[in-house]
């Protein structure tokens, strides 16, 4: 029986934390710092249950099922699987997320040096998405080319500006806005969404499943540990990535006080702490987390996909950089406009999916309890998304009333009453059954 030796399986627990790491995972926590003032840590907690908790729960859940989304969601049935599949695979792929890492990478790390004109934003994208490109084209050496040579790197980029944001502080935590002294846990954890990262642990986990395949691993049960040792080592690095950035973002208000989103926190804490071989650093930091991530994407949608269509894995990478490309082009402020309510709205359902996988047992008829609550979930995620989009006059009134509506939570409530009552429908007809038999 073949087993990963102690090196593939920290290079492979390397490639799963590089995956996640993109440069939405960097520039988000800086400004949840920064905004949340005095109350950071508070808000920090919350972001880390949606950034780092849900991502590794999410792993773990696929690994138990062999790492198919398909498997995960066969509670709700192949077509509402299939579905739900389909939006995760293209919003965390060539529709936003995919795009974004390029849009970002640039916006943060190279328009300071290049300017921000259109031309350079295709030049840079064009030659951005045909490395992703070539590297997606041979999954089988991902855990190679990311987890031995890319994400080392990439930790290391990573470990010299986290250890900065805590030596080397601008100066005192200023005060916080009126959302985050309002209510700091659910800002944090509403503001974790945006990672994307449960979404990309959605689609991630073929690719972690594939990757120890490559190595001969064949045992499911093998497979399983090693993908749950894989996401717990994500895990602690995505936390210790979050925390110093909260740090430092905390610690920015004489430098960036009115910052409008992380990427001025970052770029300003950066020019303030290194000078211009601080921002030629940070260049090649956002581009390379946004690479990684960009491959990992392009890999795992192109393996989803090459199940559903007709067309080959290495046709369908080529139509996905492709069309990322084209997507990337059309700027960071619009991917970003549309992709917030996107998230709002299927984050929940997506939630309730992972969070009731662990609980099947529990159930004579998994499909009973996890279809209803999710529908649920989805249903009252889209009337948030409207909310998010500033369409809240098309929301019932009494919604808008929900406990934690205002921190884009209405959906929670509903979910968990629904989960009770088809919890208690379910154990009632178990016991229907049971008396029948008896008869």
């Not at 005060?175 to 503001?191: C, D, H, I, L, R």
């Not at 020019?271 to 601080?278: A, E, P, S, V």
């Not at 960009?294 to 950089?321: D, M, N």
Request: glycine share 10%.
């Amino acid at each position: 029986m073949t087993r990963l030796k102690g090196p593939d399986l920290l290079a492979l627990g390397f490639m799963t934390f590089a995956l996640f790491v993109g440069a939405g995972n960097i520039i988000f926590p800086p400004i949840v710092g920064l905004q949340a003032g005095a109350n950071v840590w508070l808000a920090a907690l919350g972001f880390l249950i949606t950034a780092v908790g849900l991502p590794v729960v999410t792993v773990i859940a696929l690994a138990k099922v062999g790492g198919a989304m398909d498997a995960l969601s066969s509670p709700i049935g192949k077509v509402a699987g299939i579905l739900l599949a389909t939006t995760c695979y293209l919003a965390v792929g060539p529709l936003f997320a995919t795009p974004r890492t390029a849009t970002v990478s640039f916006e943060v790390g190279l328009a300071p040096l290049l300017g921000h004109g259109p031309l350079a934003l295709f030049l840079y994208s064009l030659v951005y998405f045909a490395v992703v490109l070539v590297v997606s084209l041979y999954p089988g050496r991902l855990l190679d080319s990311v987890g031995r040579f890319l994400a080392p790197l990439k930790i290391i980029a990573l470990a010299i500006l986290g250890g900065a944001a805590f030596m080397l502080v601008p100066g005192d935590t200023g005060e916080a806005t009126k959302a985050y002294q309002a209510a700091p846990f659910s800002q944090g954890f509403v503001n974790g969404y945006l990672t994307m990262d449960t979404l990309g642990a959605l689609v991630f986990g073929i690719v972690i499943v594939n990757a120890i395949r490559s190595r001969g691993v064949e045992s499911p049960r093998l497979i399983t540990r090693y993908a749950v040792i894989a996401g717990l080592i994500a895990g602690v690095g995505l936390a210790l990535v979050y925390i110093s950035l909260f740090r430092l973002g905390s610690g920015s208000h004489a430098i960036a006080g009115d910052a409008a989103n992380g990427a001025v926190v970052l770029h300003a804490y950066v020019q303030h702490t290194f000078g211009d071989l601080g921002s030629t650093f940070l260049a090649i930091l956002i581009s390379l987390a946004c690479l990684v991530t960009a491959v990992g994407l392009t890999c795992a949608c192109a393996e989803y996909f090459s199940r559903l269509l007709p067309l080959s894995y290495r046709t369908l990478v080529v139509l996905l950089a492709g069309f990322s490309l084209l997507v990337s082009n059309l700027g960071l402020s619009a991917l970003i406009q549309v992709s917030v309510p996107v998230l709002t709205a299927i984050y929940p359902p997506c939630i309730v999916l992972v969070a009731l996988s662990f609980c099947w047992g529990v159930w004579r008829s998994p499909t009973r309890v996890v279809a209803p609550v999710m529908l649920v979930a989805l249903a009252f995620g889209v009337l948030d998304g409207f909310n998010a989009a500033g369409f809240s006059a098309l929301v019932p009134d009494f919604l808008q009333r929900l406990p934690m509506a205002e921190q884009g939570l209405g959906w929670l409530v509903p979910a968990v009453a629904m989960l009770v009552l088809a919890t208690l429908f379910d154990w009632l007809s178990r016991a229907g059954a049971s008396r029948k038999l008896e008869a």
